[in-house]
């Protein structure tokens, strides 16, 4: 149970928060919407106590515990079951089997519980983050989008598991579907404020909408009568037999109010830059093997044989585990193919955006200058 009473949060002139309350009751599973920068993730910070509020309160009853969907990567065990029973109690710790079944659950084999959690893709270590989190057992989970990198499999097994979770959630991700199958209420931020319904994504919009058609029609109508009244009162003025009418008038406007116009959502403009390539073919990918040891029968795909040709779009497909990433790693120049080459058009520029892009950056630039940077 949380209680969050007129919060304020600002960062510089932004204004984040404000006055916002809301509250998640005993075994309420919360799904998080509102556009991006309106401060979702902020929410979750303060909410682990990692970002404070300007005002207001964020109340939990003593000895509440809250377990988050790590997206930093940081490892310190030899093997994916040591890493995630790690988060148990230290009397809990035999309780493996928990471990295993949450594991299984999210795509990993038997044989990968023994293996060092490092060497796994980007995709897979935040699946080991998100057993941790699950395995924990706190009585509020905060999932920040944990549906990224899992398959099929992986979403109806966490889409089952979630439905039987018999404590409190907030669940922010982009899959709306998974949002709506998973959860009892929607909490939105928007305008700077907090509005939670009973009910899924399409309930919340719904009222939304008809809130906001209501309050312009109620604003343009006061609008209306404020005019009509205003020209009453000029007229009135001119006369000292209706002076004191005009007055009367101009008292029952003031306390009529007024009702601020609502201001255009802005959407997001975007496009991607595209540097043209002269040649027909951009890259030809001629027989190449890979192998993390550089053993063939270690190979995670072999004799591999394609071309990419001017405005091809490809999307690649295959089972966790067989190498598409490890492909466009090859293909974007990170990784070197164990066997094979890779040749592309010398006017040719690639862009790559991996599972894992923080060690690309350089943390003691502000984001515009690691922008401009590329």
Not at 115 to 138: E, H, M, W
Not at 236 to 254: E, H, I, V
Request: glycine share 8%.
């Amino acid at each position: 149970m949380i209680i969050v009473n007129n919060l304020e949060k600002s960062f510089g002139p932004q204004s984040l928060f404000e006055r916002v309350s809301f509250l998640i009751n005993e075994g309420e599973r919360v799904g998080l919407v509102g556009k991006n920068g309106t401060g979702k993730s902020t929410l979750f910070k303060m909410i682990l106590g990692q970002e404070s509020p300007d005002s207001g309160t964020l109340t939990t009853p003593k000895g509440y515990r809250i377990g988050a969907l790590e997206q930093i990567i940081c490892f310190t065990k030899p093997t994916v079951l040591e890493e995630c029973v790690e988060v148990l109690n230290p009397d809990k710790q035999w309780e493996y089997y928990k471990a295993e079944i949450i594991l299984s659950g999210l795509g990993f084999s038997e044989q990968d519980f023994h293996k060092d959690p490092s060497t796994f893709s980007g995709g897979y270590q935040v699946r080991i983050n998100l057993c941790k989190a699950l395995l924990a057992n706190p009585n509020m989970l905060l999932l920040d989008e944990p549906t990224n990198y899992l398959d099929i499999l992986s979403l109806r097994w966490l889409k089952e598991y979630l439905n039987k979770w018999p404590g409190e959630m907030l669940l922010i991700t982009h899959d709306r579907d998974f949002m709506d199958k998973v959860t009892t209420h929607t909490l939105g931020l928007h305008r700077k404020q907090a509005k939670k319904v009973k009910g899924d994504t399409i309930k919340f919009y719904e009222q939304i909408i008809q809130e906001e058609e209501a309050y312009e029609l109620t604003r343009k109508n006061l609008e209306s009568k404020r005019k009509e009244m205003q020209l009453l009162i000029d007229r009135f003025r001119a006369k000292a037999s209706k002076a004191s009418m005009a007055q009367s008038r101009l008292k029952m406007m003031g306390k009529m109010g007024t009702m601020e116009k609502l201001d255009t959502e802005k959407n997001l403009g975007f496009r991607f830059n595209h540097l043209p390539c002269p040649g027909k073919i951009v890259m030809n990918v001629n027989d190449i093997s890979f192998s993390y040891d550089g053993k063939p029968e270690s190979n995670i795909f072999s004799n591999l044989s394609f071309s990419i040709g001017r405005r091809d779009r490809i999307g690649i497909i295959g089972a966790n585990g067989k190498g598409k990433s490890t492909l466009l790693n090859c293909l974007a120049g990170e990784l070197i193919p164990s066997s094979g080459s890779i040749t592309k058009h010398p006017a040719a520029r690639l862009g790559h955006f991996g599972q894992t892009n923080i060690d690309r950056l350089e943390p003691q630039n502000r984001v515009l200058d690691e922008i401009l940077r590329t």
